[in-house]
């Protein structure tokens, strides 16, 4: 007899169904004013949820965080060179 | 960030907030491009991203066993080379566990076979994913689920194994070591290991939240304290030579204490033993002249 051929496959980028933002008791708040623009909150957040955006009036580049997914570790506002980003509670 | 790159690993992942493994991995990503084939050993980052019937990853991803993703990687491009597809490279990731001990014997014949793989080691020093049992890689000192401190025991008494030395015996041409907190570093490493014909290894210090006892937005600050204390220098070894890259005259190495008294799973240490590891770090100053 044959053994069933199970094919335990997923679908590309289907976690995103998963809105981790749910974890969240702390939020990461960027101050546009302060921030620099300088990348490096959105190359360390480990869920790759912080974007690079061009802001509309001013053409600078800030950092935009998505809260869909973002679980308020604080690694963002720890490490910002500027401390553009303070966390506050979010309950 | 808004590079096309980050869709190779989405969130929706479950790793800990916080997760230096993670914050390492999107580092990484950016540093590969859409030819590319993951070979994945079980640990944290395979079972934090791919929790069935969903998964994080962008690019053809393929998990096994523990023991066996570099023998997987190579069945990976014995098939590409069959096909004639030169393009397409292969990448295998694994955590120390998977890395230092189970996997060994396997790494080991993928190198000696000379296969045009890139190895990634997250290094998080112990066996994260199962409760943070001490692995090869758990350094002196470390209190782990097997090694703990107590009264009878001050932590882990073996040294960690040397697996850039390992490497470099099988005569890789690319060898190096970053840590999470440089994720430039990170990038940089990624890409000119995959350019490198023939096999390659990287291996990432990733700060665990749990089993590093630290807090969820310390994992950056840890991995650059490694790094400036000495004890996990950045390294890159092309040919066998420690680049110039790597050597920094101007280094002023910080007490280890400073990156030690962080950490919860060193927080037994008594002035004795914060000594050996102050050793150990002027050891690879030396030893790595930077
Ligand atoms: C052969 C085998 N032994 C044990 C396990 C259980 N196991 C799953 S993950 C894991 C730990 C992985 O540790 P490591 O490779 O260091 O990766 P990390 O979780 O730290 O990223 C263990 C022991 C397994 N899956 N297969």
């Not at chain 1, 008791?25 to 190359?43: D, E, H, Q, R």
Request: charge should be positive.
């Amino acid at each position: 007899m044959k053994a069933p051929i199970t094919n335990l496959s997923a679908q590309a980028n289907s976690s995103l169904a998963n809105k981790t933002g749910s974890w969240r008791t702390v939020k990461p708040v960027i101050n546009l004013n302060t921030c620099v623009g300088c990348s490096l909150c959105a190359k360390l957040c480990p869920e790759g949820c912080i974007e690079m955006k061009k802001q509309i009036k001013t053409e600078k580049i800030k950092a935009k965080i998505n809260y869909d997914y973002c679980k308020g570790c604080g690694l963002c506002a720890h490490e910002c060179p500027v401390k553009a980003i303070k966390m506050e509670n979010d309950f | 960030m808004n590079n096309k790159n980050t869709k190779f690993l989405s969130p929706g992942h479950n790793g800990c907030a916080g997760c230096g493994q993670l914050s390492a991995a999107q580092a990484v990503m950016r540093g590969l491009h859409k030819n590319v084939i993951i070979a994945n050993a079980t640990g944290c980052l395979e079972v934090t991203t791919t929790a069935y019937p969903q998964s994080a990853w962008g690019l053809p991803w393929i998990h096994s066993l523990f023991e066996n993703a570099a023998a997987v990687a190579s069945g990976i491009k014995a098939a590409l080379n069959k096909k004639g597809d030169k393009k397409t490279k292969v990448v295998v990731q694994g955590g120390d566990g998977g890395t230092f001990d189970i996997g060994f014997g396997l790494i080991s014949g993928l190198w000696e076979r000379g296969e045009n793989v890139l190895y990634i080691c997250y290094d998080t020093e112990a066996y994260s994913n199962t409760g943070i049992q001490a692995s090869g890689a758990t350094p002196y000192g470390a209190s782990t689920s097997t090694s703990p401190s107590g009264t009878v025991s001050s932590g882990s008494t073996q040294r960690k194994k040397d697996m850039l030395a390992i490497a470099l015996a099988h005569n890789l041409k690319y060898v190096a070591q970053s840590s999470a907190g440089f994720p430039d570093d990170i990038t940089n490493k990624v890409k000119k290991a995959l350019e490198t014909d023939g096999p390659s290894y990287l291996q990432i210090l990733c700060p665990c939240i749990p089993g590093w006892k630290i807090n969820n937005n310390e994992a950056a600050m840890l991995g650059k304290l490694a790094v400036q204390t000495g004890l996990y220098p950045l390294l890159e070894y092309i040919n066998g030579q420690l680049s110039a890259s790597s050597i920094n005259s101007n280094f002023q190495a910080k007490a280890v204490e400073e990156y030690l008294k962080k950490q919860g799973r060193f927080k037994h240490l008594k002035e004795a033993d914060i000594s050996i590891i102050q050793k150990l770090a002027a050891e690879n100053i030396k030893k790595y002249k930077i």
